[in-house]
C-alpha cells in the first residue's frame, strides 16, 4: 500500500546517474527556508471531527486513505484529487500529498490521531530528480513533517513508517474505507455542515456567479464558434483557475437539444441563436468545497413563449421546494411538492391523460418522462455530497439546520419526443440552487444569479 510509485520505465530518455553526475546535481543549491505555516482555519474543525468518528469506533484504528494519482494514459495523470473522507478529516484539501493516510487509534479513552505522508525526499536522492512520477524536480516540492504538523495541528511521520506499523496490528482491529460502516459514518459526519464549512460553500458559490457573468460575456464569441458549447465551458473554466480555484464537477454546457441530456459534457456542439442554453457549473475551492448550479438561458436574450412556458413551469415547481424547506420537513417532501407542479404541468398541457391523484399514485409517476432525475441532493466536498448515507438520514430524514443541498428540478423534452407537440421537442430547462438550512427556513446561497425568466433577459441585457 505504501510502496513508492516506481520511476516509469521507458525507451524514450535516459538520464546520466554517474556518480560523478549525481554528485554535481546533488550539491550547489540554497538553503531550505524553515518557516512554519499557520495553523490553517480548518484544523481545528478537522480536530473534532476526528473525535466524533474515534468515539463512534471504539477499540479500533482507522486508517483513511487520501489515494494516489489516477493514471490518464501511460505515465501521464489526472491532477490530483484527495478522497473526501480524508480531506474531512484532515482539513488538508487540494495540497494533499498523494498516498497520504490519516490513522485514528481509538482503542484508548484520549484518541491519537498520526497523519503518514511521503515527506521530502532531499536532494541527495535519485529520486528527487529522476523520478518523474514523485520526483521534486518534476512533481513540485513536498512539505516537511514539521510544516504540515503545524498547518494541520496534528502529529506528522514519514509514509515509509506506516506499513511497519499496521504490521504490528491484528487484522480486526483495522478499519478502512473499504468498510461499509466505516464510510457510512464519515458520510453521514458530512450531512450537517459546521460554520467553517459553510463560509467555504459561501465562497464556492460567490466563485461560481462570477464564473456564470463570464459566461453571458462570452455568448457572441460562442455563437460565432462552431463548437460554442467549448467556449462556454472554457468561459467558466478560465474564471475558475484564474481565481486560483477548479471545478467540483465537469461543466454541462448544453445547447438546444443536448439541455435534453442530463450529463452531457461532451460540449462539442453549436450555440444556436433561438435556441436556450443550459449550464451546470460549480467552482471548487481549494479546501475542495463545491457548489453546483444551473442556470437556462436564451441565447439571443430573450425566450419565446414556449421556451418561457417550460420555464416558468419548473421555476414553480423549484419555488413550491423552497416554499415548504426549513427544519423539520423531510427531505423527500421537497421532491414530491416538486414532482405535485411538473405532474399538474403535464395533465394541463395534454401531455398525460390521468388524473393528479393517478399521476402522483405510488410508482407509477407517468410525468417523470419529462424528469427522470431528483430534486435534490446533499452539496459540499462531494457535489453528490453524503452518497453512502442510509435513507433514514437523508431522503427520509427532516432537514437540519447546517444542513446544504440543491434545489434542482427541470423539464426535458427529447427532440425525438412524439407525445409532446412539436414546438416543446428539443427544449431542456433545469434551475438549480444552492441552499442552506437555517432556524426558520432556507437561504437561497444562489440567490445572486437571477431565476425569474424577467430577470434572466435583464441579467443578458446588462451583461451584454
Ligand atoms: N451537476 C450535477 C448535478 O446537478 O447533480
Ligand atoms: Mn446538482
Ligand atoms: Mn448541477
Request: proline share 5%.
Amino acid at each position: 500500500m505504501t510502496d513508492k510509485p516506481k520511476k516509469p520505465v521507458s525507451g524514450r530518455t535516459t538520464s546520466p546517474n554517474s556518480p560523478e553526475f549525481m554528485k554535481f546535481i546533488s550539491a550547489g543549491w540554497a538553503d531550505e527556508t524553515s518557516k512554519l505555516p499557520a495553523k490553517a482555519d480548518a484544523a481545528g474543525y478537522a480536530a473534532k471531527r476526528r473525535a466524533t468518528v474515534a468515539e463512534a469506533f471504539p477499540g479500533k484504528i482507522l486508517v483513511i486513505e487520501a489515494g494516489g494519482n489516477v493514471t490518464r494514459s501511460n505515465d501521464t495523470e489526472y491532477r490530483y484529487r484527495a478522497h473526501t473522507s480524508f480531506a474531512h478529516l484532515t482539513g488538508w484539501g487540494a495540497k494533499t500529498v498523494p498516498d497520504s493516510v490519516l490513522v485514528i487509534d481509538a482503542r484508548a479513552h484520549a484518541h491519537h490521531s498520526q497523519l503518514f505522508f511521503r515527506k521530502t525526499a532531499g536532494r541527495e536522492t535519485e529520486e528527487f530528480f529522476t523520478n518523474a512520477a514523485i520526483g521534486e524536480f518534476w512533481v513540485g516540492p513536498r512539505p516537511g513533517l514539521d510544516s504540515v504538523a503545524a498547518l494541520l495541528d496534528i502529529e506528522t511521520h514519514d509514509l515509509a513508517e506506516l506499513d511497519e506499523l499496521l504490521s504490528k496490528l491484528p487484522d480486526d482491529l483495522v478499519l478502512r474505507l473499504s468498510d461499509a460502516d466505516l464510510a457510512q459514518f464519515l458520510d453521514e459526519l458530512r450531512l450537517v455542515k459546521d460554520e467553517y464549512e459553510i463560509e467555504q460553500m459561501r465562497g464556492a458559490v460567490a466563485a461560481s456567479v462570477e464564473g456564470f457573468h463570464d459566461v453571458i460575456r462570452a455568448l457572441p464569441k460562442a455563437i460565432n464558434h462552431e463548437r460554442g458549447e467549448r467556449v462556454i465551458e472554457t468561459a467558466f473554466f478560465a474564471r475558475a483557475r484564474m481565481d486560483g480555484n477548479d471545478l467540483g464537477y465537469e461543466t454541462i454546457a448544453a445547447s438546444g437539444s443536448h439541455a435534453c441530456i442530463l450529463h452531457w459534457i461532451q460540449n462539442d456542439g453549436p450555440v444556436r441563436e433561438g435556441d436556450l442554453l443550459l449550464l451546470d457549473a460549480g467552482v471548487e475551492l481549494e479546501s475542495l468545497y463545491t457548489a453546483d448550479v444551473t442556470r437556462t438561458i436564451p441565447i439571443t436574450g430573450h425566450f419565446n413563449p414556449t421556451q418561457r412556458k417550460v420555464y416558468e413551469a419548473v421555476l414553480e415547481a423549484a419555488d413550491a421546494a423552497f416554499a415548504i424547506a426549513k427544519p423539520g420537513v423531510l427531505f423527500q417532501e421537497l421532491h414530491e411538492a416538486a414532482m405535485e407542479v411538473i405532474a399538474k404541468k403535464m395533465i394541463e398541457w395534454g401531455f398525460i391523460d390521468i388524473t393528479l391523484e393517478e399521476a402522483l399514485a405510488g410508482d407509477r409517476q407517468l410525468h417523470r418522462r419529462w424528469m427522470v432525475h431528483g430534486t435534490s441532493h446533499h452539496l459540499g466536498m462531494d457535489v453528490h455530497d453524503c452518497d453512502k448515507a442510509r435513507k433514514e438520514m437523508y431522503r427520509e430524514a427532516p432537514l437540519r439546520e447546517g444542513m446544504v443541498f440543491t434545489i434542482e428540478p427541470g423539464l426535458y423534452f427529447q427532440p425525438d419526443d412524439l407525445r409532446v407537440p412539436e414546438e416543446f421537442r428539443g427544449i431542456g430547462v433545469r434551475i438549480e440552487d444552492d441552499v442552506l438550512v437555517t432556524e426558520f427556513g432556507v437561504e437561497n446561497l444562489t440567490a445572486a444569479l437571477p431565476r425569474h425568466p424577467d430577470d434572466v433577459e435583464a441579467w443578458m441585457a446588462a451583461t451584454a
